[in-house]
């Protein structure tokens, strides 16, 4: 048996495959974006599984923090479809059914009205999160060490990070 280990300066996804008597580890960079790169063709076999979606509201600032934790790392891309509209896809994962739902928020009165999870319609091998905005916020997305965890913020740019008013998935 043998044990590597692999020091990165940077965060990134990986993905690592038994080829023969070889393990075949391929490490990717998370693009400035907030995708991380796909290697080969860009289609993402289904190999991990969404464990749990909470959503939080961040205190009196109104910002609103989603967290998605994975069985394992997953690429994703985070983007602002409209004034109204965030959406983070998750690629290569499949979604339990009694995590596909709608939270309402709309009475905590944040930024964040309603949030869906579902499988994406254009990619079936990918799960989707769409958030309704009360109006256009800018969202970061984080992936913890283990990339096992993403954490999905909308709020105002001016906005520091407070406790959360927890609704859990």
Not at 26 to 48: F, H, L, W, Y
Request: with cysteine.
């Amino acid at each position: 048996a043998a044990r590597v280990l692999v020091s990165l300066r940077a965060d990134c996804t990986y993905r690592a495959r038994a080829e023969g008597s070889a393990v075949v580890l391929t490490v990717s960079p998370i693009a400035a974006a907030g995708r991380a790169a796909q290697p080969g063709d860009g289609r993402a076999e289904s190999r991990g599984v969404v464990r749990q979606v909470q959503f939080a509201r961040e205190g009196a600032s109104g910002a609103a923090r989603i967290s998605v934790v994975l069985d394992a790392p997953a690429p994703y891309v985070a983007r602002v479809a409209s004034d109204r509209l965030a959406i983070l896809r998750i690629e290569g994962v499949r979604l339990a059914e009694a995590l596909r739902r709608t939270f309402d928020a709309s009475e905590l009165g944040g930024v964040v009205q309603s949030v869906s999870v579902g499988v994406d319609s254009d990619r079936s091998d990918s799960v989707r999160l769409e958030a309704r905005l009360s109006g256009r916020e800018p969202a970061t997305v984080e992936a913890d060490a283990d990339g096992r965890r993403l954490v999905w913020r909308l709020a105002p740019a001016d906005v520091a990070v407070e406790q959360p008013d927890q609704v859990d998935g």
